[in-house]
């Protein structure tokens, strides 16, 4: 059987295809008033595989220019990030053990070729609450290892419903997506992958 590294909670089939549908209806709703886009990596320019926008009060991006960071405004629009979706605020009440509400939900998308390189989630002020991610649509292979690069790396195949929690020791956990699997979801019609990740950004009362 795998085993995790401490603080890494996989909960297998979180959402049920119901509620993965709704989800979808959300962030297609969410993804309407802020666009996807391609972000770009810190001073190389390079462009990500990944398209990406956010909700919530904050969303994480990056460009060549300003590198990794939180904004309150869609990059391309300049409008205000969408809320959060009351479902996932929901499921964060549920498995985020943290008695605040997420900032900031990222959403990627990946089609099938696309990937995202093993890294730790270090933007946010706030380490004590944990990231929360979900999945809709295709399979994908998940990466997880510890706090440091070097640390051994186990990796699993994270299905659309599934939810991730990085938490406690986990939460600085060094982590990856290292393929999709293509056509192994019906739930988006031309297929591809969402991933949802919800972040704390700022401490409760910090100014
Ligand atoms: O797509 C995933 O499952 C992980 C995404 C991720 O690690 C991130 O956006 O920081
Ligand atoms: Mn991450």
């Known amino acids: 059987m795998l085993v995790l ?10 959402l049920d295809e119901t509620g993965q549908k709704s989800l979808l209806a959300d ?22 595989s990944v398209r990406m926008t956010n909700c919530g009060p904050l969303g994480w991006v990056t460009d060549k220019e300003h590198g990794y960071r939180y904004q309150d405004t869609h990059p391309v629009t300049g409008k205000p990030w969408p809320p959060i979706p009351d479902r ?16 900031a939900c990222l959403v990627n998308f990946y089609s099938s070729d696309a990937k995202m390189g093993l890294h730790q989630d270090r933007d946010e002020r706030e380490f004590s609450a944990p990231v929360v991610s979900v999945s809709l649509g295709d399979a994908c292979l998940f990466r997880v290892g510890g706090r440091n690069r070097s640390d051994k790396v186990v990796s699993f195949r ?24 293509p056509g ?3 739930l988006l019609k031309n297929g591809g992958r969402i991933n949802l990740t919800l ?8 100014p």
């Open 27 to 48: 962030i297609r709703a969410a993804v309407k008033d802020a666009p996807l886009y391609v972000p770009t990596m810190p001073r190389s320019g390079k462009p990500m």
């Open 158 to 181: 994270l299905e659309s419903g599934d939810a991730l929690v990085l938490g406690g020791e986990g939460r600085l956990a060094y982590h990856g997506v290292s393929r999709i699997y």
């Open 88 to 103: 996932l605020l929901t499921l964060w009440d549920e498995i985020s053990g943290y008695r605040h509400p997420p900032e």
């Open 5 to 14: 590294p401490p603080g890494i909670r996989h909960f297998p089939g979180f």
């Open 184 to 186: 192994t979801s019906g």
């Open 199 to 206: 972040r704390r950004v700022n401490p409760p009362g910090a």
